[in-house]
Nanobody
């Protein structure tokens, strides 16, 4: 059974940084792209960033481009999201998810392309 456990969330000030982690188990981590999504209160879940199964390709939402960095450590079965210059609109629960397709040629960019969501970690950004 696939299990994804996010950690690293917490209160941060506008302009600050935070690093989220997602530990995976029950899957062949090296064969799956991974993604981060976020959901603010009253809003739909939205794509943030994703990384290919090989770790050589990444995709980012326009709103976080050049401020966020996604990476993965295959030896630790963990995917990370480094968030810099955080803005109040980043206040949301952040979730990691597994690509529903093995060895996809590009990192997924939509919630329809992923499955096996984690429970989420909250990131409140104070203004």
């Amino acid at each position: 059974q696939v299990q994804l456990v996010e950690s690293g969330g917490g209160l941060v000030q506008t302009g600050g940084s935070l690093r989220l982690s997602c530990a995976a188990s029950g899957l062949t981590f090296s064969e799956r792209a991974m993604g981060w999504f976020r959901q603010a209160p009253g809003r739909e879940r939205e794509f943030v960033a994703s990384i290919s199964w090989g770790g050589d390709k990444t995709n980012y939402a326009d709103s976080v481009q050049a401020r966020f960095t996604i990476s993965k450590d295959v030896a630790k079965d963990t995917v990370y999201l480094e968030m810099d210059i955080l803005k109040p609109e980043a206040t949301a629960f952040h979730y990691c998810a597994r690509d529903l397709q093995r060895l996809r040629g590009y990192p997924p960019v939509s919630a329809q392309e992923v499955d096996s969501w984690g429970q989420g970690t909250q990131v409140p950004v104070s203004s």
